[in-house]
């Protein structure tokens, strides 16, 4: 599949936070260092797809300035990877109002994750995207790349504080990383 014409840089920035997993001990951060590499190799399947994986990785949790490298290696598309904490079900993609394609691109992943996930989402939204704004959902990795005129999204592919959904992320990131590049390359 050609995405248009035209080259996309897609940067890919996992979860950086140790959150712990319901189960076997993984982490959010884990199973998104896990994801980032199935994701890239999924969309390099695209023409015009050009992934690119952050460099920028800590133990710490302090800020690593990936919205900055996303800017400086001249990306298209900012895509953070993350699972979901809270008791709830299903998938769910944050996006900045202020960038039209943020919200294509949110809508589609969304929307292929329920496609392929088992677990019925139980989200008030449907389909379950939400815009940023800074008193609810003040997610530096919407805001920034932003400011930098680089459309992001954050996926949040399912809750990883439920039995079966932290079991289906960890046995499923090769799916997951086929939805993921089948619905940015579709929004592209």
Same mark, same amino acid.
């Given at each position: 599949?050609?995405?248009?014409?035209?080259?996309?840089?897609?940067?890919?920035?996992?979860?950086?936070?140790?959150?712990?997993?319901?189960?076997?001990?993984? +982490?959010? /951060?884990?199973?998104?260092? #896990?994801?980032?590499?199935? =994701?890239?190799?999924?969309?390099?399947?695209?023409?015009?797809?050009?992934? %690119? =994986? +952050?460099?920028?990785?800590?133990?710490?949790?302090?800020? +690593?300035?990936?919205?900055?490298?996303?800017?400086?290696?001249?990306?298209?598309?900012? %895509? $953070?990877?993350? *699972?979901?904490?809270?008791?709830? /079900?299903?998938?769910?993609? !944050?996006?900045?109002?202020?960038?039209?394609?943020?919200? *294509?691109? #949110?809508?589609?992943?969304?929307?292929?994750?329920?496609?392929?996930?088992?677990?019925?989402?139980?989200?008030? %939204?449907?389909? $379950?995207?939400? #815009?940023?704004?800074?008193? !609810? !959902?003040? !997610?530096?990795?919407?805001?920034?790349? +932003?400011?930098?005129?680089?459309?992001?999204? =954050?996926?949040?592919?399912?809750?990883?504080?439920? %039995?079966?959904? #932290?079991?289906?992320?960890?046995?499923?990131?090769?799916?997951?990383? /086929?939805?993921?590049?089948?619905?940015?390359?579709? $929004? =592209?």
């Amino acid at each position: 599949m050609e995405l248009n014409n035209k080259a996309y840089r897609i940067f890919i920035s996992p979860a950086n936070h140790p959150k712990p997993y319901i189960i076997g001990g993984y +982490t959010e /951060k884990q199973q998104m260092d #896990a994801l980032a590499p199935l =994701l890239v190799k999924e969309l390099k399947r695209y023409e015009g797809a050009v992934p %690119v =994986l +952050t460099t920028l990785y800590n133990k710490d949790q302090s800020y +690593t300035g990936r919205p900055e490298e996303a800017r400086d290696k001249k990306c298209d598309l900012y %895509v $953070a990877l993350h *699972t979901n904490a809270g008791g709830g /079900k299903g998938a769910c993609v !944050f996006y900045h109002p202020w960038m039209p394609l943020s919200k *294509t691109v #949110a809508l589609s992943v969304v929307k292929e994750l329920n496609r392929i996930c088992p677990i019925k989402s139980n989200r008030a %939204v449907q389909p $379950a995207i939400y #815009a940023w704004n800074r008193q !609810f !959902f003040n !997610f530096g990795e919407l805001r920034v790349p +932003t400011s930098y005129g680089i459309p992001p999204i =954050l996926i949040e592919h399912e809750f990883h504080d439920t %039995v079966q959904g #932290a079991e289906w992320i960890v046995s499923s990131l090769a799916e997951i990383a /086929k939805a993921d590049a089948a619905a940015i390359a579709s $929004a =592209l």
